[in-house]
């Protein structure tokens, strides 16, 4: 079976690149080769103009598995496979990791391919509510009672993609002892990390614990580096890396030498990078929180613990996605349906961006607001 088509995937290909102001992406706001090579020092554009492009290791480079390794404590460079992206991270490890038959249980709402590539493979979705009432917490004792005989994986996103909202630490390890106890992979993407707003909310990654436990990461949303490609899966399992570079040489076979290099670079500088990403983050929230507060009774939200997201509630008599279109057509600014996370009365809306732009869009929001408003 094909996997179903990619709504995210087909709202952005619709008007990503057509709209003035993306407001509905996820990532930081994006970094240049300038500034990467300005924070490599001294020899690092010689080194990068003179970077041989023929195939690299399928594992990743040397230089690269070591910068990874270094945001895990009990992960080495052996126990990082560098990948294309977390989206292939996703596939291989779905593929490797499931049988038709199979059962999986994932977050819900949650980013499309963390259940839609196992569905594909004639695995059993079962989902697992992620409920404002709760801030969009998960609730473990619920996880409990939908376990059972068959389920190969639980598939958790945190901080979690669209709302923002984070799992705690005590919650974590409750995960990883259920894990070894009925014998499931955990499956933890963990994209959106070194993004958390509160120090209290920082959550150890998955792989630390080791075991059945396997994180995801990538370079795209903290550092803003989405045109880079570059991802991983972080595992103290050495037979499941195995499979997985096995599978890899039938998809991509490795990735880009240029990518690597920036982004070897970048993790070597990794919390100096997350700080300004971050700071630029901060501020609109607090400009995002009051724009929530000016339109009580129009919206709310749960606010975002973590990542460059939010996923307000629209209590308009409209649907979202003609909402979301309208905004697009009259004012040339994107943000994206809830529907595409089979919430038909929120949307997504990003704030990973320089704080003129962000205030900028929230004027046009604020315009559609009052248009579209009986
Ligand atoms: C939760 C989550 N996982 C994985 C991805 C894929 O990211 P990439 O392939 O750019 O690393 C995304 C992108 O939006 C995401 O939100």
Not at 80 to 92: D, M, P
Request: some cysteine; aromatic content about 10%; hydrophobic content about 45%.
């Amino acid at each position: 079976m094909k996997p179903a088509p990619f709504k995210l995937e087909q709202w952005f290909a619709r008007y990503e690149f057509a709209v003035r102001l993306n407001m509905a992406a996820s990532c930081a706001p994006a970094t240049t080769v300038a500034e990467i090579l300005a924070l490599g020092g001294p020899g690092a554009r010689e080194e990068y103009l003179r970077l041989n492009l023929d195939y690299i290791p399928s594992t990743g480079s040397e230089r690269l598995r070591e910068a990874v390794a270094g945001w895990y404590r009990r992960i080495g460079a052996g126990g990082v496979q560098v990948t294309t992206g977390a989206s292939e991270a996703i596939f291989i490890l779905m593929n490797v990791l499931l049988e038709p038959g199979d059962i999986i249980v994932v977050e819900d709402p949650v980013y499309q391919s963390l259940y839609a590539v196992a569905e594909s493979i004639g695995v059993r979705v079962k989902k697992w509510p992620l409920r404002p009432e709760n801030r969009f917490r998960p609730d473990v004792d619920e996880l409990e009672r939908l376990l059972g005989p068959g389920v190969r994986a639980v598939v958790v996103n945190h901080p979690h993609n669209p709302t923002g909202a984070m799992l705690s630490t005590e919650d974590q390890r409750r995960l990883v002892e259920l894990a070894d106890r009925f014998g499931f992979w955990l499956v933890s993407d963990e994209v959106y990390r070194g993004t958390v707003y509160d120090e209290r909310d920082v959550l150890p990654p998955a792989a630390d614990f080791g075991g059945r436990a396997v994180s995801i990461g990538d370079m795209t949303k903290p550092f803003g580096l989405g045109g880079l490609r570059i991802g991983w899966i972080a595992s103290g399992d050495a037979g499941l890396l195995r499979r997985v570079r096995d599978f890899r040489d039938y998809t991509t076979m490795c990735s880009n030498a240029a990518g690597e290099f920036l982004a070897a670079i970048v993790l070597e500088h990794r919390d100096k990078v997350l700080e300004s990403k971050t700071a630029l983050a901060r501020a609109n929230l607090r400009m995002l929180s009051k724009f929530i507060a000016e339109h009580d009774g129009v919206l709310s939200w749960v606010p975002p613990a973590a990542g460059f997201t939010a996923f307000p509630r629209l209590y308009l008599n409209v649907d979202v996605e003609s909402f979301s279109a309208g905004l697009a057509r009259e004012e040339s600014v994107l943000i994206l349906p809830g529907t595409v996370f089979g919430v038909p009365d929120r949307f997504r809306l990003g704030f990973g961006m320089a704080e003129r732009r962000f205030s900028d869009g929230l004027d046009a929001l604020r315009r559609h607001l009052a248009r579209v408003s009986p």
